[in-house]
Nanobody
Framework: QVQLVESGGGLVQAGGSLRLSCAAS????????MGWFRQAPGKEREFAAA????????YYADSVKGRFTISRDNAKNTVYLQMNSLKPEDTAVYYC?????????????????WGQGTQVTVSS
């Protein structure tokens, strides 16, 4: 089982940037695809980005494509989400998740471990 702790959230103005980090513990991190999901108030949790176990494949939701970049450093057991050109509609709690597979997925059921989340608030 992988344990995940997110950091890097905060308050930023529209057009600004934030970099989220997710530190993982456990031996299976380097063999797990990883993902970022988000949940805005009153809405269901939605997929944002995913990366394969090696980092060779990445996939993004249309709503963040071209603005967000997911990456990972297996030597540091950490996955990142660089968020640029932030919009007020990006405001949400962002969750890091570890998949029970090596290949990328955008379906929450494929992810077995979840972090506690970090709040991102974008002001207009």
């Amino acid at each position: 089982q992988v344990q995940l702790v997110e950091s890097g959230g905060g308050l930023v103005q529209a057009g600004g940037s934030l970099r989220l980090s997710c530190a993982a513990s456990g031996r299976t991190f380097s063999s797990s695809a990883m993902g970022w999901f988000r949940q805005a108030p009153g809405k269901e949790r939605e997929f944002a980005a995913a990366i394969s176990w090696s980092g060779g494949s990445r996939y993004y939701a249309d709503s963040v494509k071209g603005r967000f970049t997911i990456s990972r450093d297996n030597a540091k057991n950490t996955v990142y989400l660089q968020m640029n050109s932030l919009k007020p509609e990006d405001t949400a709690v962002y969750y890091c998740a570890a998949a029970a597979r090596r290949t990328i997925s955008d379906h929450p059921d494929d992810f077995r471990s979840w972090g506690q989340g970090t709040q991102v608030t974008v002001s207009s």
